[in-house]
């Protein structure tokens, strides 16, 4: 491609932890496989790389946003398991707070996680899951 196309094709806007070095050779890699002629070629390729890398990021945000919900999401799901008739969520906050948090790091922790949840017919994750697989979602057996 001549310099002069060069301008014409748009920069992406990348976000401050994203290289352009690797956008750079996502790019590369679709001008190979495709091998454009012309700017208008060259143009589509951009902007299949394009969406292609927005596709790619919005991947990666969705695991941040779930993975970071999930110590309060189990949090307040425990409160809520943990409450016996007549008491109060603040009665079981502080419990709840520490298993949420030891699930991460402690086997017994999630060994009990599991089965309290278990008597409410309720598991961690997809059915057959790995024990220490991420929360996808806490989904009915």
Known sequence: MRRNELTLLPKLPLLITEAADEFDALRDAFEQEIKPRGIIEHMYVHDISSIVWEILRLRRCKVVIINSAFRSALQDLLKQV???PGQYEHHVEGEAQILAQSWFTDQ???KQVSEILSG????LGPRGARQDADLVGV???
């Open 120 to 123: 409410f017919d309720l598991v």
């Open 82 to 84: 943990l409450r016996q």
């Open 108 to 110: 017994e922790a999630k």
């Open 139 to 141: 989904t009915p057996q």
